[in-house]
């Protein structure tokens, strides 16, 4: 699928190697949604023209049946090229067909769904032991058994390594590998999720904390005239009740003590000059920690990792066109934004990100969140 302005999808499709499709079902892509996110599975959906035409018309539609490229159980790679640079959408498993054979007043139409090759890791619910393994060495022993399906992890040990010693411990896991590792990423504050590419026929497997740092993606203009970047207006708003306070006490059986446990604010890099947590402290709301059976070093981490968690309390929701912003905005990282106002301005957090691609067309909706308001830095990446 190309568009007038630089823009082309690619689709690789196959039973176990995605493949190019064939120039006859090629033509018949209609459109395709990519939904990625650091909170929840990557989708996509590819939707075809399922019209019958030429000598098999009488049989059946090309792109349906045991044959075609594209159905139930695939495994699909979405390639998005902005002018001379690739971007690898989605790389995952079609979980679902839908068929509409049409009729007088519609086209025939097959819908794919699908998710991303977490979806691996979500299939078989376990009872399994991980002696001596604390939490970072347990990601990278599940992730090794997938190695053969192209996911390459890329683990952050947290701050609060606590070796379970086997006379003390044993970690166990109840329930599927990514359900596991979702829980152990809950417990630092961490995301965990597969990231498609850099190459086709590969991903990355992610476990470790936010990224906040680094190089900005270029920046969501709006409001200066030729060199806005986004359709319509952004939409801003401020959660006050959104930050969160942990407060509790923990029984350490080493130290054989029992020691308060209490946060007064997040402590990850800020992304905002008047975090709001620290601008609200009288609305902010106080939990319970309630984790047993941690050291006191793990306990802490534990309560400050959800309070960091809950610090992201100003989002920020919009759309772009692509051909106009010349690049495919990705979750999971730093964009800036300009032409809002210095308390809107400056870096944020991409959330969420769900790309269109049609015929002649390339757009996105994305929501971004941050800690608060005013900008940080004086410019942004253009």
Known sequence: MTADLGVHLTVLAGPTVPVPLPPGVATRLRSVTVTESDAARSAFTVTLDAGRSGPTAAFDSPVVGPTAPLGAGSRVVLVLTIGVVPH????????EAELT??????????????????????RQEVSAEHPALEDSLQVLAIAARYAPHGLVPAVVPPADLDPPLPIERTPTQQGTDWEHLRLLAARHGYVTYVSPGPVPGTSVLYWGPPVREGLPQPALSTGLGPQTTVTGALRFREDILAPELQEGRVTDARLGTTLPVRTVGAL????????????HQADLRVRQFRDSGVGAATAFARAQAATDRSADSVTCDGSLDGSVYGDVLRPRGLVGVRGAGWSHDGLWYVRQVVHRVDRGSYAADFSLSRDGLGATVPVVRV
């Not at 990850?268 to 601008?279: H, I």
């Open 268 to 279: 990850r890099v800020p992304l905002s000059a008047v975090p709001t947590w620290a601008g």
């Open 101 to 122: 054979p049409g009729g007088a007043d519609a086209a025939a139409e097959l819908r794919l769904t699908g998710q991303d090759l977490s979806l691996l890791l979500d």
């Open 88 to 95: 690898v959408l989605a790389d995952g498993i079609v979980t």
